[in-house]
């Protein structure tokens, strides 16, 4: 599962004529990583998180996310609750119970990772490019943790808010609507402006804040590419 995920994060962006040598070569090496990852890559057209979920909606399906409500963060924050669940991660709520200061964090794990070493190696991607990306419509990098299981994990900026796809549904006036592509827009040519490309940028990993704003929480899928890619569309539409 993880040398599928290296290999789509990789293939996805390649022109078609040097994906077209790679995906040979990788045919001639093993044919049914080759077969699956194809597979994939017919998917890129929708979400990436529809298209994970498609393929692994078995290993989504099974997996118990109660296991981790209860657990304690760097012996300080315990977990109270799962705010969401997509294709590659599991975000939870996270209180600090030492009682020097009240302060909640949202706590990101990668569910699909097949062991923890593998899971590390994906929380620092995007531990790296979130501590890069200093932004006030950007959720805030904290820390990489682990819990009292010894399970790898990202602390992260709790925003109060709701998705971009449930904002849609409250029919928001035009002028709410600007703001949030206003804000939207700002974030995401600051992503560029650092050299990185979200990849899979869609109505439910943008919140709304209480203000009114957009903000950009998830960047598991993302990249670093150059500063021409065109990515600003809006989504509030």
Same mark, same amino acid.
């Given at each position: 599962?993880?040398?599928?995920?290296?290999?789509?994060?990789?293939?996805?962006?390649?022109?078609?004529?040097?994906?077209?040598?790679?995906? $040979?070569?990788?045919?001639?090496?093993?044919?049914?990583?080759?077969?699956?990852?194809?597979?994939?890559?017919?998917?890129?057209?929708?979400?990436?998180?529809?298209?994970?979920?498609?393929?692994?909606?078995?290993?989504?399906?099974?997996?118990?996310?109660?296991?981790?409500?209860?657990?304690?963060?760097?012996?300080?924050?315990?977990?109270?609750?799962?705010?969401?669940?997509?294709?590659?991660?599991?975000?939870?709520?996270?209180?600090?119970?030492?009682?020097?200061?009240?302060?909640?964090?949202?706590?990101?794990?990668?569910?699909?990772?097949?062991?923890?070493?593998?899971?590390?190696?994906?929380?620092?991607?995007?531990?790296?490019?979130?501590?890069?990306?200093?932004?006030?419509?950007?959720?805030?990098?904290?820390?990489?943790?682990?819990?009292?299981?010894?399970?790898?994990?990202?602390?992260?900026?709790?925003?109060?808010?709701? $998705?971009?796809?449930?904002?849609?549904?409250?029919?928001?006036?035009?002028?709410?609507?600007?703001?949030?592509? $206003?804000?939207?827009?700002?974030?995401?040519?600051?992503?560029?402006?650092?050299?990185?490309?979200?990849?899979?940028?869609?109505?439910?990993?943008?919140?709304?804040?209480?203000?009114?704003?957009?903000?950009?929480?998830?960047?598991?899928?993302?990249?670093?590419?150059?500063?021409?890619?065109?990515?600003?569309?809006?989504?509030?539409?």
């Amino acid at each position: 599962m993880s040398l599928l995920y290296k290999l789509f994060t990789e293939y996805s962006s390649l022109p078609k004529e040097l994906l077209a040598q790679k995906m $040979t070569q990788l045919h001639q090496q093993n044919p049914t990583v080759a077969t699956e990852l194809s597979r994939l890559l017919d998917y890129r057209g929708t979400s990436v998180n529809e298209m994970l979920e498609y393929l692994h909606l078995g290993i989504i399906n099974n997996e118990d996310t109660s296991i981790r409500i209860g657990r304690l963060i760097n012996n300080k924050y315990k977990i109270t609750k799962l705010l969401g669940q997509g294709g590659m991660s599991d975000v939870y709520l996270a209180e600090r119970t030492d009682g020097l200061i009240n302060h909640t964090i949202a706590v990101k794990y990668f569910a699909l990772a097949d062991s923890n070493n593998t899971a590390l190696k994906m929380i620092k991607k995007e531990a790296q490019i979130l501590a890069d990306l200093d932004h006030h419509h950007i959720a805030s990098f904290i820390d990489i943790s682990h819990d009292n299981h010894q399970e790898p994990n990202i602390m992260m900026e709790y925003i109060d808010g709701i $998705t971009l796809y449930e904002f849609l549904n409250t029919s928001p006036s035009e002028e709410a609507k600007e703001q949030v592509n $206003t804000s939207l827009k700002a974030a995401i040519e600051h992503a560029k402006s650092k050299g990185v490309e979200h990849g899979d940028l869609s109505k439910n990993n943008v919140l709304v804040d209480i203000n009114g704003n957009a903000n950009i929480v998830d960047f598991d899928i993302a990249n670093f590419s150059d500063s021409t890619t065109n990515d600003t569309q809006p989504l509030c539409v």
